[in-house]
Nanobody
């Protein structure tokens, strides 16, 4: 069993920045990647970014490339999402997740553990 706790969300003006954190705890696990997903009211759940633990490879949705950066701290079992130049369309509930299954890195079905989410709201 793995527990994930997100933090860092909040209300910001367009053009502002936020840094989200996701701390993993519990039993040791064989997850091969951690990712961030978001969902806004009336919209489908959307892949945002992911990072592999073995090689540190990163993956980004086209909509956030150049603005969001995912990183990790292995000693803390923590992944971060640095977000800059935020836009109102970035407003959503952001969830982190651990990928322990085979499948596409952008597929939420490949992720086995999910955090409770942290709300990001960007005002115009």
């Amino acid at each position: 069993q793995v527990q994930l706790v997100e933090s860092g969300g909040g209300l910001v003006q367009a053009g502002g920045s936020l840094r989200l954190s996701c701390a993993a705890s519990g039993r040791t696990f064989s997850g091969n990647a951690m990712g961030w997903f978001r969902q806004a009211p009336g919209k489908e759940r959307e892949f945002v970014a992911a990072i592999t633990w073995s090689g540190g490879g990163t993956y980004y949705a086209e909509s956030v490339k150049g603005r969001f950066t995912i990183s990790k701290d292995n000693a803390k079992n923590t992944v971060y999402l640095q977000m800059i130049s935020l836009k109102p369309e970035d407003t959503a509930m952001y969830h982190c997740a651990v990928r322990s299954s085979v499948g596409r890195i952008i597929d939420p079905e490949a992720y086995n553990y999910w955090g409770q989410g942290t709300q990001v709201t960007v005002s115009s």
